[in-house]
């Protein structure tokens, strides 16, 4: 099989792109909005691998609190992060 440059371009396109979009974020550059989501650089990200409760749209004042409590646990963590990945 031959590659021919028209195949490969978009390929090479797409890595470079991924690779040039990635920025680490420190700490102090992201605000916690709940226990799953956060705004870093004026953009949210949904933190991946986490579902915590919902604390505006819960469905009961106890799925409220433990939404707050996530958050907290969150803002807690923050600190001792270290660097974090955009990607």
Request: proline share 6%.
């Amino acid at each position: 099989m031959t590659w021919r440059l028209w195949q490969i371009l978009p390929m090479t396109v797409a890595l470079v792109a991924t690779t040039v979009a990635a920025k680490h974020i420190t700490p102090g550059e992201i605000r916690v909005l709940t226990g799953d989501m956060i705004v870093a650089r004026g953009e949210t990200y949904r933190l991946v691998g986490f579902d915590a409760p919902e604390t505006v749209q819960a469905q009961c004042p106890s799925e409220r609190k433990l939404g707050y409590r996530a958050t907290f646990g969150c803002v807690v963590s923050l600190p001792t992060a270290g660097s974090i990945s955009n990607r």
